[in-house]
């Protein structure tokens, strides 16, 4: 679809969000302004707007690379690293988009084990790190972007989002 065509529409959940789908849009957003493709982002959990997207994740209740559906939430999905890490929305998007975004395998790669995986496995409940003390918990990049979320009692707002993605893609 070229830049003349129409939008295609990225499409997520609304409300509160985590790591995976922050990364997962940033992704989509580099690899789409790369194609030079117009896109927008939807946040919703209405059937009608999902099922009309272009590129839908973390939303959906299904997992189809080849028709760009990738939610990770249903209780039959079992798509895995050979080291055992579930993957999440964000991993499977980068799976089969991530050598196009950054131009090859080897940096894709790179990136998948030194981010991807992380985000992943903290999105599923995977603890793949050890504290040497009792007193100091882990702060990694799903920490990162927590600290994006609205203050307890605060409205959740697009721009708190918005927020997190342009500190993803950076």
């Not at 050979?82 to 999440?88: D, E, K, L, R």
């Not at 992943?120 to 600290?147: E, K, L, Q, R």
């Amino acid at each position: 679809m070229s830049i003349f065509g129409k939008k295609i529409k990225i499409v997520t959940h609304d409300g509160s969000f985590h790591a995976d789908d922050v990364f997962a849009t940033a992704s989509l957003s580099i690899l789409l302004e790369k194609r030079r493709e117009r896109f927008e982002l939807i946040r919703t959990r209405n059937a009608e707007i999902i099922n009309a997207g272009d590129f839908v994740f973390d939303v959906g209740g299904v997992y189809d690379a080849e028709k760009n559906r990738f939610d990770h939430h249903q209780k039959e999905f079992k798509e895995q690293r050979a080291n055992g890490i579930t993957y999440s929305s964000f991993g499977l998007i980068w799976k089969k988009f991530g050598a196009e975004i950054c131009d090859g395998e080897e940096i894709k790669n790179h990136i998948d084990e030194v981010l991807v995986e992380q985000v992943d496995a903290t999105d599923n409940g995977i603890n793949i790190f050890s504290p040497t003390t009792s007193h100091v918990s882990n702060y990694d990049i799903s920490s990162v972007v927590a600290s994006f979320l609205p203050d307890w009692g605060e409205d959740e707002s697009t721009d708190n989002f918005h927020s997190a993605v342009l500190f993803a893609k950076r």
